[in-house]
T-cell receptor, first 111, second 114 residues
Framework: SQQGEEDPQALSIQEGENATMNCSYK?????LQWYRQNSGRGLVHLIL?????REKHSGRLRVTLDTSKKSSSLLITASRAADTASYFC???????????FGSGTKLNVKP | DTGVSQNPRHKITKRGQNVTFRCDPI?????LYWYRQTLGQGPEFLTY????????KSRLLSDRFSAERPKGSFSTLEIQRTEQGDSAMYLC????????????FGPGTRLTVT
């Protein structure tokens, strides 16, 4: 089974609102990454947070990591229609170099 | 374009036929990964290479699947005796070395087995 699971599976918001999606995982990790996939296109890396970090920002993105709860959240502020995509978290097992992706959160930002 | 490229982009084949996909990674990346993605799911790890060495292979990968990366440059993924359940998007990614690096994904090859 997949290591990471996102919640919610789908999210629909109005442009300008904030979007929050969560990822839970099962075992200890080295780091956690978030990726975006537009319909019919490849995945694009958004942000990486290491296991010793608690929060990280990149532009309109804010990621938190709680290793005690084995969970992470991705916040997109002031959403735009162009943010419409599926968002996946990817985790690795400590000392391994293979990545486990969740099933994703499908975000729809309505203009 | 200096990104990861994959060919072909689409492949339709009949059940029982063999297919081969190619991935050209970013030139300075020595790591290369193959994933499979079905509709509504995230990418599922298949295998990864560091240079020409195949270092990890998913237990989910049957012996009908084989991947190579001769000379540590491009990689091929072959599926023998295709089955309808092999229909999926096959994604390739590459990265620099190091712990849990950022992966750069190609556009994928969509396989349809009829």
């Amino acid at each position: 089974s997949q290591q990471g699971e996102e919640d919610p599976q789908a999210l629909s918001i109005q442009e300008g609102e904030n979007a929050t999606m969560n990822c839970s995982y099962k075992t200890s990790i080295n780091n956690l990454q978030w990726y975006r996939q537009n319909s019919g296109r490849g995945l694009v890396h958004l942000i990486l947070i290491r296991s010793n970090e608690r929060e990280k920002h990149s532009g309109r993105l804010r990621v938190t990591l709680d290793t005690s709860k084995k969970s992470s959240s991705l916040l997109i502020t002031a959403s735009r229609a162009a943010d419409t995509a599926s968002y996946f978290c990817a985790t690795d097992l400590y000392n391994f170099n293979k990545f486990y992706f969740g099933s994703g959160t499908k975000l729809n930002v309505k203009p | 374009d200096t990104g990861v490229s994959q060919n072909p982009r689409h492949k339709i084949t009949k059940r029982g036929q063999n297919v081969t996909f190619r991935c050209d990674p970013i030139s300075e990346h020595n790591r290369l990964y193959w994933y499979r993605q079905t509709l509504g799911q995230g990418p599922e790890f298949l295998t990864y290479f560091q240079n020409e060495a195949q270092l990890e292979k998913s237990r989910l990968l049957s012996d009908r699947f084989s991947a190579e990366r001769p000379k540590g440059s491009f990689s091929t993924l072959e599926i023998q005796r295709t089955e309808q359940g092999d229909s999926a998007m096959y994604l390739c990614a590459s990265s620099l070395p190091g712990p849990s690096p950022e992966q750069y994904f190609g556009p994928g090859t969509r396989l349809t087995v009829t």
